[in-house]
Structure formats: structure tokens, C-alpha cells
């Protein structure tokens, strides 16, 4: 079917009456609970990564300011630590070696159960005839490249935001202080183009299913556009009413929990959005070579 704006309402209703099915609230705590595992490798590859070429602490002090602007400076705080413990050089070669082997292990994690997570949505399961180690290795090798991709789509982010800085100051040195305005509108594009990649990425190859290229891009977008409502709305949210106050020392990681829970609800409705979109489009989606088709009953 040719996909018509008029088509839009029925996507939006279909993919919430699906997403409201799927107790979003139960799959997005499951993540929450994995991402505080997964949180110090996560954090530690991309900070390496992005740091090789800005240097470790700009883009330390980067991060703290974008949680500290969310969740404000006590969860930014905590999360500093969080890095700092899990960045400390180990006392022995096997240490360091079994260290980096948990790092990555927990990094991974997270991005498995969301990729069970996707499978749902597309009504797909693991193919349990290829199951097994490789499987897994293959898994866990997918996962790491997923977060090798968001450390290079950072390291863009950055550029992209230093080279616009820069040009803005030189702009405003020959033209008025209004042309900051475009430059920061720029910047606000291009930063969420980049988003919108990486949820293109996460719809195209999580899923055991033959998702195609044009049934990801109108999902991603949409998913882009209501993971930044979320993200204000979050951000008053949590400056408003300090919901981890109430929780003494553990208030930090709680807010972190809310924080995770309630962006991935948006993200798995986004998800289910895309879903309909590319029914929509093709009818029923198939499983790929690694997934089989599972029917509702």
C-alpha cells in the first residue's frame, strides 16, 4: 500500500492500542534494570572512544553537563563515580583482562534484552535450531558494534558542534549576534539527524526480522521527535517534583532508573510505530535467517 498523510492517525492508534498490549511498563523496568549493569562499560567504551580524539575529560565534563541538565547534578555526580570505579586500572595483567571481559559483557547486556524487546514488538523469536554459543558470540559481537557505532556518531556530534561553535564566533565577528540563532538551530539539526540515525540502526538490525530500509526512516523520525518531548518533559519533570528525593543516597540511582524506564517506553513506542508503518507498507513483516515468525493466538 502507498502510504498516505491521512494514514497517519491509524498509525498512531494502532501503534499505541499494540504498544498499551505489551505492558510497556514491565518491558521498559527490564531495561532499566539491565542498563544499571550495563551503564559503567557502556559509558567507559564510549568515553575512551571519544576521548582518544577530544581528550577523556572534555568529553567526561561533556557528558556530566547533558545528565546534569536531565537529572540534575546529583545523578550527574553519581554517574561520574560510576565511570571513575569502573576506569581504574586493576593491580595485575589477569585483573585488568578479566576486567575488560565483565566491561564488556555488561555493556552488551542491555542491548540484548532490548533486542528480545524488538523481537516482540515484530512478533519474531530466536531461531532455537541456531541457537547456542556462536549465536550468542554473534549477539554480543552485534551489541559491541552498536556501541561502537554510538561512540562514532558522538565523536560527530562533536565535531559537528566544536566546528559550528567555531563558525559562529567567526560569523559574529563580521555579522551580528542574530546569526547565533542559525548556528544553534544547526546544531540542534544536525545533533538530531544523528539521533535519527541511530534509531534507524537500532529498528534495521536488532529485530530477527526482514525490516527494509523505508520502513525504518518515518519510524525513526517519529521516535526522534517524541524521545525529545520526553527528554523535556523528563527534564521539568525531575527538576519539579525530585521524585528520588524521597529514597536518601539511593535517590541518584533512582532517577536514573526513571530516567532510563521512561525513555524507553517512548523508544518502544516508537518501535511499534514503525512496526505499523512497515505493515502498512508491505503487510506482514517475515522473519529473517536468524528468527522465525510467531503468531498471536
Known amino acids: ?92 595483567i589477569w585483573a585488568a583482562i578479566m576486567g575488560v571481559i565483565t566491561m564488556l559483557i555488561g555493556a552488551t547486556g542491555v542491548f540484548i534484552q532490548f533486542q528480545k524487546s524488538l523481537n516482540t514488538i515484530w512478533e519474531v523469536v530466536a531461531d532455537e535450531s541456531k541457537s547456542g554459543f556462536w549465536s550468542l558470540v554473534r549477539v554480543r559481537l552485534f551489541s559491541f558494534g552498536l556501541i561502537l557505532a554510538i561512540a562514532f556518531l558522538s565523536l560527530i556530534t562533536m565535531v559537528v558542534n566544536v566546528v559550528l561553535v567555531a563558525f559562529g564566533d567567526w560569523l559574529t565577528s563580521y555579522f551580528s549576534d542574530s546569526i547565533l540563532i542559525f548556528i544553534h538551530i544547526l546544531n540542534f539539526l544536525v545533533s538530531n539527524a544523528i539521533i535519527t540515525l541511530l534509531f534507524a540502526l537500532m529498528f534495521k538490525y536488532f529485530a530477527d526480522a526482514k525490516i527494509e530500509w523505508n520502513h525504518v526512516w518515518m519510524g525513526s523520525i517519529v521516535t526522534t521527535l517524541l524521545f525529545l518531548l520526553g527528554i523535556y518533559g523528563l527534564s521539568f519533570y525531575f527538576g519539579t517534583a525530585n521524585p528520588g528525593d524521597g529514597y536518601g543516597a539511593a535517590g541518584s540511582i533512582i532517577l536514573i532508573l526513571l530516567w532510563v524506564s521512561y525513555s524507553s517506553m517512548i523508544v518502544f513506542y516508537g518501535a511499534e510505530f514503525t512496526h505499523a508503518y512497515a505493515e502498512l507498507l508491505d503487510g506482514d513483516i517475515p522473519a529473517d535467517e536468524h528468527g522465525v515468525k510467531q503468531r498471536n493466538t
Open 1 to 92: 500500500m502507498r502510504f498516505q498523510f491521512s494514514h497517519i492517525g491509524f498509525l498512531f492508534k494502532t501503534a499505541f492500542k499494540k504498544w498499551w498490549d505489551r505492558e510497556p511498563f514491565r518491558e521498559s523496568a527490564i531495561i532499566a534494570y539491565y542498563s544499571i549493569f550495563s551503564m559503567p562499560g557502556l559509558l567507559v567504551i564510549i568515553i575512551t572512544i571519544a576521548g582518544y580524539f577530544f581528550g577523556a575529560d572534555a568529553v567526561n565534563n561533556r557528558l556530566a553537563s547533558q545528565i546534569s541538565s536531565t537529572m540534575g547534578p546529583d545523578a550527574a555526580e553519581q554517574i561520574q563515580t560510576i565511570i571513575k570505579s569502573a576506569s581504574e586500572s586493576k593491580k595485575s
